[in-house]
């Protein structure tokens, strides 16, 4: 990290300023290994490989750390020749491409598929995760000069109040304990009038009937990386089957997700990379220790009970999303004085 980025940074404790009180590596002005010491309260956070650690870097979330460090290419555009990432992230915030002189706030960033399409904005990214995940995206984004990634927890983020734009969290609600909990963790960080982004797994009777359901409460204690492997496994034995089943009009997709192989061939993956999204989104479905999907009335409560404003939920890319406006902060703050 720079130590310009210092003013994005709030003790998650008590939200005193940092100072950079340990440099142990730096490079020009990158700092890769220090540490940070809250000035009020005395807390201190390790700067480890460029990435500010507020969270064990080992969490409930390694088995995500796991499969974005395997699959750290994967889903970016530049890899598929797709435009998939670039199409679900404009189309989902409805955000302009040119972003200049904004600050956006990226909560869960996985691999950073999204932190790269974000950045083409000309906006500063400042992009966290629980997970390792954070070292794959500084891998992937951290060369560009308005990135900025953190590892840290949804419920208690390290930034200051009210600073950022736009903030949109894909991906990630629903593998928190407690998703409402964690979606209105997010709303205290962007400015009065800014822009909130965020999608969840959809609730419906279908979801009673997807096996990784069943599946997962023995497959989510099994060591990330032994369950990786034994994920390839299957799906290399289950392929064959697969393509097969694929040939089956209307219906043939929705039997391999099933038979738990991810199957995007809806979205132009052909061959290898078909296969590789396969071991991907079919780890995905086994490995994470939280999955609760959300029915769409209960998304529309969370934007509801938040005050915002300009709200559109509806059924999306990745089940349910939702976009608001943030609205009304001064009021709220003036009613607890």
Same mark, same amino acid.
Do not use: Q
């Given at each position: 990290m720079k130590s310009e980025y210092l003013v994005y940074l709030v003790c998650p404790k008590c939200e005193g300023g940092f100072e950079i009180s340990k440099i142990y590596d730096i490079n020009n002005d990158e700092i890769r290994s220090g540490l940070l010491l809250c000035?009020?309260?005395?807390?201190?956070?390790?700067?480890?490989?460029? #990435?500010?650690? &507020?969270?064990? #870097?080992?969490?409930?979330?390694?088995? &995500?750390?796991?499969?974005?460090?395997?699959?750290?290419?994967t889903q970016y555009d530049t890899y598929t020749g797709?435009?998939?990432s670039e199409q679900r992230f404009f189309e989902e915030t409805k955000w302009d491409r040119n972003l200049q002189g904004e600050s956006i706030l990226e909560v869960g960033s996985g691999a950073g598929r999204f932190t790269e399409q974000a950045a083409k904005t000309g906006a500063f990214i400042v992009s966290m995760d629980y997970s390792y995940s954070v070292d794959t995206n500084y891998e992937m984004n951290g060369h560009n000069g308005n990135v900025f990634i953190v590892q840290a927890d949804i419920y208690s983020m390290p930034f200051k109040k009210a600073l950022f734009d736009k903030l949109f969290c894909m991906g990630v609600l629903q593998h928190t304990p407690d998703p409402c909990?964690? &979606?209105?963790?997010?709303?205290?960080?962007?400015?009065?009038?800014?822009?909130l982004v965020?999608?969840?797994y959809k609730k419906t009777i279908s979801v009673y009937l997807a096996g990784k359901y069943y599946v997962r409460p023995l497959t989510r204690n099994i060591d990330p990386e032994k369950l990786y492997k034994l994920t390839k496994r299957y799906v290399d034995f289950m392929w064959p089957i697969c393509s097969q089943i694929r040939r089956i009009p209307k219906v043939g997709r929705m039997i391999n997700w099933a038979l738990l192989v991810a199957d995007y061939s809806n979205r132009g993956l052909k061959g290898q990379l078909l296969k590789e999204w396969a071991y991907l989104d079919t780890f995905d479905m086994l490995s994470?220790?939280?999955?609760y999907p959300q029915s769409i009335r209960a998304v529309k409560k969370w934007f509801q009970k938040a005050g915002l404003a300009d709200v559109e939920v509806k059924y999306g890319y990745n089940g349910i999303e939702g976009r608001g406006r943030v609205v009304r902060r001064k009021a709220s703050l003036s009613s607890q004085e």
């Open positions: 000035s009020r309260c005395g807390a201190s956070y390790e700067i480890i490989r460029s #990435i500010p650690r &507020f969270v064990p #870097i080992e969490n409930y979330a390694s088995g &995500f750390g796991l499969e974005w460090t395997k699959h750290k290419k797709l435009k998939l909990k964690a &979606f209105m963790s997010l709303l205290p960080y962007v400015k009065d009038g800014g822009s965020i999608d969840v994470p220790h939280y999955d």
